[in-house]
């Protein structure tokens, strides 16, 4: 007797053990050289993430240059253009150290110190520092003080003067990052 051959939905079709094993590999393979780009991935976003973190070091250091020299800011020549704090500026003329210096000339030898120490730790970066004045900002006034008794009257010297206190200026700093990024803090003086 003849033997009969299976239906044809039953068959399996030759080759199609070899195409799938062909797309594993294909899928095996694209995920090993994904793999193996993740560390270099990772080492470039740590360079960066390095990178903010010294520049928010260095904006921290000149708030607290500006904060030194309060009324530099409303006078400053960064309150008309824009000044060029990275890369630095060339050496000083003169050094504050040496004999007395008013308060603009002081803040000016902070900010070049301030960019020379800057420059090594923010390669290609530039910084840019623009202060103006701020006298329609306005901080909150102290807390209201309780009101007098009759046996403390004279007793609290900070009632009269209890008012609000304009600020002075304003500074933005614009640090802009060797690939590309760009960071901007406001300082209060």
């Known amino acids: 007797m003849p ?3 299976p239906p044809a939905s039953l068959r399996s079709p030759r ?15 694209l995920g090993v050289l994904a793999a193996l ?11 960066a993430a390095a990178q903010r973190l010294q520049a928010a070091h260095a904006a921290a250091n000149l708030a607290a240059a500006l904060h030194a020299q ?14 060029t704090l990275l890369p630095a500026p060339g050496p000083a003329g003169d050094d504050c150290r040496a004999r007395d210096c008013t308060p603009q000339r002081m803040t000016a030898q902070d900010l070049r110190e301030w960019s020379a ?5 923010l390669p290609g970066a530039r910084a840019d520092l623009r202060c103006r004045p701020a006298r329609d900002e306005v901080e909150p006034a102290p807390a209201p003080l309780p009101p007098r008794t009759a046996g ?4 609290d010297r900070r009632r009269d003067s209890v008012v609000e206190s304009v600020v002075d ?14 960071l901007r803090w406001r300082i209060r003086p």
């Open 152 to 155: 403390s009257a004279g007793s």
């Open 117 to 121: 120490l800057t420059q090594p730790l």
């Open 15 to 29: 080759g199609t053990s070899l195409l799938d094993a062909l797309l594993a590999c294909l899928v095996l393979g």
């Open 70 to 83: 309060r009324g530099y800011a409303a006078e400053a020549p960064c309150s008309l253009n824009p000044c």
């Open 169 to 182: 200026s304003v500074c933005t700093l614009q640090l802009r990052l060797a690939q590309g990024e760009v």
């Open 37 to 47: 780009r993740l560390p270099a991935l990772t080492e470039r976003e740590l360079a």
């Open 3 to 5: 033997r009969s051959s």
